[in-house]
């Protein structure tokens, strides 16, 4: 069974060994889980945001587990780009493994200032531009309008960016205005999607309204599915798709990519279920794609799309 995907990028093409990946902030930087598992199984891995100078995020504690999933108010904590690629880049496996750097800013200026330094970095395979964080102060400035989102874009062409470049997008927008987004992004350089950030419509859930931040797991499942089936459907091949959002099953992660992914990312099952989830999502997708005849993980991509 090949299990390899391939992102096209602006010059220079990422073919990953498989389609199961971290999502950004489930490995931290990946060093903190490097000793529970073997990082190079993966298809690859997204650190954790990486903004131009450290940040100390928001005050603790600001990760709750709740009977509807995990409600995470991080806020971006990392020690920034510089420190990131002195000291925690050279000893993740990027010769073995893909490193997708996931870069978030407040301004125009530093993401361009961000996708330039780590785009000098030999380390970095591809990068993905958060910019849907639901859990800082200055909320989502770029998603607010396609004017917003395009002088970004616009600004970021203006970088070398041979390699791919995924953004992540957000999960609770009506789709006529998520459509706008997307035609925006059609028109640059960017060759991915990560559908989708956290879910932060809590109805019917028993959550505290005064408890603060996104839910990941469960909540995500089918909302975060369903987005991604709309998408393909609107923008076929134009976008490579990585779907996120409660995959604790191959069979989760199998109706993601039958819906038009073609990279799984996870975030909550790694915290309920542990490392061996690499595994578990890996052998089930490659037993579900021969159960049901496909050679190949990209033949299976959007099957069910109509």
């Given amino acids: 069974m090949n299990l390899s995907v391939t992102l096209k990028g602006q010059t220079h093409d990422l073919?990953?060994?498989?389609?199961?990946?971290?999502?950004?902030?489930?490995?931290?930087?990946?060093?903190?889980?490097?000793?529970?598992?073997?990082?190079?199984?993966?298809?690859?891995?997204?650190?954790?945001?990486?903004?131009?100078?450290?940040?100390?995020?928001?005050?603790?504690?600001?990760?709750?587990?709740?009977?509807?999933?995990?409600?995470?108010?991080?806020?971006?904590?990392?020690?920034?780009?510089?420190?990131?690629?002195?000291?925690?880049?050279?000893?993740?496996?990027?010769?073995?493994?893909?490193?997708?750097?996931?870069?978030?800013?407040?301004?125009?200026?530093?993401?361009?200032?961000?996708?330039?330094?780590?785009?000098?970095?030999?380390?970095?395979?591809?990068?993905?531009?958060?910019?849907?964080?639901?859990?800082?102060?200055?909320?989502?400035?770029?998603?607010?309008t396609p004017e917003a989102l395009d002088r970004l874009f616009t600004a970021l062409d203006k970088i070398d960016r041979p390699q791919p470049t995924l953004v992540k997008m957000p999960l609770n927008k009506p789709w006529g205005e998520y459509k706008e987004l997307l035609d925006v992004l059609a028109e640059h350089n960017v060759q991915g999607l990560s559908i989708a950030n956290l879910q932060k419509d809590r109805t019917g859930l028993e959550i505290p309204r005064d408890w603060e931040g996104g839910l990941s797991g469960g909540p995500c499942t089918n909302a975060s599915t369903e987005l991604i089936r709309k998408v393909y459907k609107e923008y076929g091949d134009r976008?490579?798709?990585?779907?996120?959002?409660?995959?604790?099953?191959?069979?989760?992660?199998?109706?993601?990519?039958?819906?038009?992914?073609?990279?799984?990312?996870?975030?909550?099952?790694l915290m309920y279920r542990g490392p061996q989830q690499i595994t578990v999502l890996k052998r089930g997708l490659a037993q579900l794609l021969r159960r049901d005849g496909f050679e190949h993980v990209s033949d299976a991509v959007g099957v069910d799309v109509e």
């Fill in 15 to 144: 073919t990953l060994k498989n389609p199961v990946l971290t999502a950004s902030g489930t490995f931290g930087y990946g060093l903190e889980f490097a000793s529970y598992g073997d990082l190079a199984s993966l298809g690859g891995l997204v650190t954790k945001g990486l903004s131009l100078m450290p940040r100390p995020g928001n005050p603790t504690p600001r990760i709750v587990e709740t009977t509807a999933g995990m409600l995470n108010a991080v806020g971006l904590q990392n020690d920034g780009v510089e420190d990131f690629c002195a000291r925690k880049l050279p000893l993740l496996p990027w010769q073995e493994t893909a490193v997708i750097a996931n870069i978030y800013a407040a301004t125009v200026e530093e993401f361009s200032q961000l996708a330039a330094r780590l785009n000098a970095e030999e380390g970095v395979a591809a990068l993905e531009v958060n910019v849907s964080c639901p859990n800082t102060h200055v909320g989502e400035p770029f998603t607010a």
């Fill in 239 to 269: 976008f490579a798709i990585a779907g996120i959002g409660g995959v604790f099953t191959p069979e989760q992660a199998y109706a993601k990519i039958r819906s038009g992914s073609s990279l799984v990312m996870f975030i909550s099952s």
